[in-house]
T-cell receptor
Framework: DGGITQSPKYLFRKEGQNVTLSCEQN?????MYWYRQDPGQGLRLIYY???????QKGDIAEGYSVSREKKESFPLTVTSAQKNPTAFYLC?????????????FGDGTRLSIL | AQSVAQPEDQVNVAEGNPLTVKCTYS??????LFWYVQYPNRGLQFLLK??????LVKGSYGFEAEFNKSQTSFHLKKPSALVSDSALYFC???????????FGQGTTLQVKP
């Protein structure tokens, strides 16, 4: 079955450390998205990419970086500049140029500070 | 600016009773509206969407939503709640032509036996 795979499910970060969250999809979707979820705040967009080798900042991009070298993959790096990284991170995808199609979500990565 | 509001942090209903989870939106132009459900430590699952057409939209698991343009609302409903419906529900509106979703804060639905 097609879907989105996020790994790892749980991740711990030490002070000053960069960590990378993986997101892979086999849905042949062009667009991919990273969201951060905090209790009571809904989901906030970190970065998104509509095509390979291109991506744009979302609402809360500071302290994060992404790459989009392959259509299937959209990894997110949480850098040491992100001072409050503890959250649930969700990756999503959808076909581009399909404005009324729903986004498909992975099962998330929970990041905590050691 | 486009925005979505879910005015209730939590909704409590008894099993078998009808349920409503409220959502209001602010968007320029025609809105694309979505409802998603999230179970603990899982991703979001799509329930239903409104793009155009009938104001009453039917979706997965017996859920439906009513679009009201004059009240800028898109409330989620179900005629008879199940305990298994207990989860976190998000309303979202699609902004611009990038496919970016703007989410409400979420509403926890608790269905008691």
């Amino acid at each position: 079955d097609g879907g989105i795979t996020q790994s790892p499910k749980y991740l711990f970060r030490k002070e000053g450390q960069n960590v990378t969250l993986s997101c892979e999809q086999n849905l042949n979707h062009d667009a991919m998205y990273w969201y951060r979820q905090d209790p009571g705040q809904g989901l906030r967009l970190i970065y998104y990419s509509q095509i390979v080798n291109d991506f744009q900042k979302g609402d809360i991009a500071e302290g994060y970086s992404v790459s989009r070298e392959k259509k299937e993959s959209f990894p997110l790096t949480v850098t040491s500049a992100q001072k409050n990284p503890t959250a649930f991170y969700l990756c999503a995808s959808r076909p581009f140029r399909a404005l009324n199609k729903p986004q498909h979500f992975g099962d998330g990565t929970r990041l905590s500070i050691l | 600016a486009q925005s979505v509001a879910q005015p209730e942090d939590q909704v409590n209903v008894a099993e078998g009773n009808p349920l409503t989870v409220k959502c209001t939106y602010s968007v320029s132009g025609n809105p694309y509206l979505f409802w998603y459900v999230q179970y603990p430590n899982r991703g979001l699952q799509f329930l239903l969407k409104y793009i155009t057409g009938d104001n009453l939209v039917k979706g997965s698991y017996g859920f439906e939503a009513e679009f009201n343009k004059s009240q800028t609302s898109f409330h989620l409903k179900k005629p008879s709640a199940l305990v298994s419906d207990s989860a976190l529900y998000f309303c979202a509106v699609e902004g611009s032509n990038t496919g970016k979703l703007i989410f409400g804060q979420g509403t926890t639905l608790q269905v008691k036996p």
